[in-house]
């Protein structure tokens, strides 16, 4: 996995994991200096909870300097890679699993996958959304933008009928 955020004077160039020991890795850069730093899952069991160990994770004052550039559904997607491994899954299905939750597929029914999922999911179109969303003073910022979507066939639904009936109850 690669990101490529700055805050302050790290740069963080890439971030994975380590399966045993349970561990976040993460390469940047430091001034001039490619750096590495593994940040150890410590009491990390198949039974821990993604979201909490990330929320530790980023408040360790030893840690949450490096994971500032890091978002934090990206941290999270880490740890439940390792979470995965730790309850029997292959490695080759987890990063399957972790391609998956980077795509958005649009005919793929949100309502039937787990909250985990349903999170990395919604967490991507965030991203995806402030990367391509202008604000007014950006280039090629256009005020209140008209489209017109053509008249197509419109279909008729039996619940947006006008049938006088069906509002008085008889």
Not at 28 to 57: C, D, H, I, W
Request: hydrophobic share 30%; aromatic share 6%; net charge neutral.
């Amino acid at each position: 996995m690669t990101a490529t955020s700055q805050k302050g004077d790290i740069k963080l160039i890439k971030c994975g994991v380590r399966f045993e020991p349970p561990a976040v890795v993460l390469t940047y850069t430091s001034g001039e200096k490619t750096r590495r730093r593994t940040m150890p899952l410590r009491n990390f069991t198949k039974n821990s909870g993604v979201q909490r160990v990330a929320n530790e994770l980023r408040q360790t004052s030893r840690h949450s300097r490096y994971l500032e550039a890091l978002p934090p559904a990206q941290l999270e997607k880490l740890i439940a890679m390792i979470h995965d491994y730790l309850n029997g899954k292959s490695k080759q299905s987890i990063i399957e699993k972790a391609r998956t939750l980077d795509r958005i597929d649009p005919e793929e029914d949100l309502n039937k996958v787990d909250e985990t999922t349903l999170n990395f999911k919604k967490a991507v179109m965030d991203q995806t959304f402030e990367k391509n969303r202008t604000r007014p003073g950006d280039p090629g910022y256009k005020y209140d933008i008209e489209v017109d979507f053509g008249t197509g066939t419109v279909e008729a639904c039996e619940w947006d009928s006008d049938d006088k009936d069906s509002d008085n109850g008889s």
